[in-house]
């Protein structure tokens, strides 16, 4: 889940910054000199063609600076709306680069935790709008703040109302930077999917789905996660093989992960439910046995049980 930043724009300085790093993006050939190999091998890697937008914050900001990830959603501020959206690509730490961009406040410091996205799009939300979505009463963006969790999910739907966009090409083109984003995390995905499937199904052609018992080609069955991934510790993402098992792509998986049925002492539970289909298709996996249960994965399969399980 990607987060949203809100952040304000609109003392005279932020003002300035928006002009310089915003509306005008930065070459990266132009600020090669003021970064290490590893930040300029780093920018090449995440930047698409050669320019980007920057904004950085002072080090009073550092924590909220901590939680901002590539996929995050910035949205710009002030004048009581938010005015303009970008997708985060990136972000380093470098000071003199800051300086370079933006010089010192009067401080002395410098904004030197930053962050890079697309060229932003023309939105116009207005601050009521956002906290009523978000649960905020009358909030007032003064400094960066990090959205996560189900207000970072209330301010994207808010931000998707169309209604929001200058025009539908904007949202369009929000949805295609959007699409190249996940193109890059899709890649990743798969790598992690090649390898739980190789130490599953080896290098065989057919494979058995854990819940149905029905054996298909390969290309029927993914690798999936017996206790969800996103919920998962580290240690227990690398539990591998343990943490995943083949399910089958007629149903099986998406039965698992909606929590239709579970495994319980290497046996198929269902839920209720009132669908006729549904109940047709539960009725015909009750009680089979789950061939891939064993000691090492009934901890992830009591995960499931007790938080992904609908029924008892
Ligand atoms: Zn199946």
């Not at 724009?9 to 600020?31: C, K």
């Not at 080896?202 to 206790?227: D, E």
């Not at 996996?285 to 249960?293: H, P």
């Amino acid at each position: 889940m990607s987060n949203v930043i809100l952040q304000p724009a609109s003392g005279t300085e932020p003002r300035g910054h928006y002009l310089d790093t915003v509306e005008t993006p930065i070459q990266i050939s132009n600020i090669r000199q003021y970064l290490s190999s590893d930040d300029l091998n780093y920018l090449n890697r995440v930047v698409t063609n050669g320019s980007v937008c920057a904004w950085g914050i002072t080090p009073t900001g550092v924590t909220r600076w901590n939680k901002i990830r590539p996929g995050d959603t910035v949205l710009f501020a002030r004048d009581n709306h938010y005015y303009s959206s970008g997708t985060v690509v990136g972000k380093i730490h470098n000071q003199t680069l800051s300086k370079q961009l933006w010089g010192t406040n009067s401080q002395g410091q410098t904004w030197e935790w930053m962050y890079f996205f697309n060229p932003p799009l023309t939105i116009n939300i207005p601050y009521s709008q956002l906290n009523m979505a978000v649960g905020y009463d009358n909030y007032v963006p003064q400094g960066i703040n990090v959205l996560d969790g189900h207000k970072a999910e209330a301010a994207l739907e808010t931000l998707y109302n169309s209604s929001n966009y200058a025009s539908a090409e904007d949202l369009i083109e929000h949805v295609d930077q959007i699409q190249e984003l996940d193109a890059v995390a899709t890649s990743i995905v798969r790598k992690e999917q090649g390898l739980l499937r190789k130490k599953l199904l080896g290098n065989a052609s057919m494979g058995k789905c854990g819940i149905c018992s029905k054996t298909y080609p390969v290309q029927f069955l993914i690798a999936a996660h017996i206790k969800k991934r996103s919920e998962c510790l580290d240690v227990e993402k690398a539990d591998i093989p343990a943490i995943a098992m083949p399910m089958c792509l007629m149903g099986c998986d998406a039965l698992y992960e909606k929590g239709y049925l579970t495994v319980i002492d290497g046996r198929i539970v269902i839920d209720n439910t009132s669908n006729p289909e549904l109940r047709n298709l539960l009725n015909s996996l009750e009680g089979k046995s789950c061939d891939y249960w064993n000691n090492d994965n009934s901890g992830y399969f009591d995960w499931h049980r007790r938080n992904t399980f609908n029924g008892q």
